[in-house]
């Protein structure tokens, strides 16, 4: 490749990253919904980054999901110690790179199969960041509990059924604003191409 249409081609890529990290941190802090102990429903804060990861890979977007986190830091977060961090903030943050293997496997060459790699790969966030979130809440929010009907310290089956109902209320409408826009852009060629690095 000629080097200086390699270098262009790097440019871009950095350009698109800085704009999609700028686009999913924009969304975070302008939450539709805040939920009382933490967690929010977004207008799609997760997409940006994980169209990225789709179209670029993990290696290149491993380091704009990192800078998520960093970002996340400076505007302010809930927790307790540096594990509460790992599995409510640091763990998400990886799964974010979750299309880019599903693009690798999944994708198909028709047009209706064309990005079923796409939903794939935020199906699998979902299921792995509502595991981090609920182990987070078992181990480290489940005492001194105030919020609608479960009040006090809970234990065993309780702790693990009040922490998955309370981050399924706002990561599951999350995730499905997500694929509704997701489906959205991924349909409309012209969005495509200012995202995808081959055009």
């Known amino acids: 490749m ?3 249409k390699n270098a262009s081609v790097k440019t871009r890529e950095v350009v698109i990253g800085a704009v999609c ?4 941190f924009l969304l975070y802090i302008f939450p539709i919904w805040r939920m009382p102990l933490g967690g929010d429903v977004t207008a ?3 997409l940006p980054l994980l169209l990225y990861s789709y179209f670029y890979g993990f290696r290149k977007s491993i380091l ?3 800078s998520f986190v960093l970002l996340q830091f400076v505007f302010g977060i809930f927790f307790i110690n540096v594990w509460s961090i790992l599995l409510d903030y640091v763990l998400p943050a990886s799964f974010l790179c979750w299309p880019c293997v599903c693009n690798k496997n999944m994708s198909l060459s028709s047009e209706y199969h064309k990005h079923k790699g796409f939903f794939w790969g ?3 966030y979902f299921l792995f960041r509502i595991f981090s979130h609920t182990l987070s809440g078992v181990i480290f929010w ?3 509990i105030d919020f609608g009907i479960w009040q006090g310290d809970l234990v065993g089956g309780l702790a693990w059924s009040y922490s998955f109902m309370y981050n399924l209320l706002y ?5 499905l604003i997500v694929i509704v826009l997701g489906f959205i852009i991924l349909k409309n060629k012209h969005l495509t191409k200012v995202i995808k690095k081959d055009i």
């Open 64 to 66: 704009y999901c990192c």
């Open 142 to 144: 489940s005492n001194g």
């Open 21 to 24: 990290l700028s686009l999913s």
């Open 2 to 4: 000629d080097l200086k």
């Open 44 to 46: 799609g804060s997760a």
């Open 122 to 124: 935020v199906v699998l």
């Open 171 to 175: 990561l599951l409408p999350d995730t």
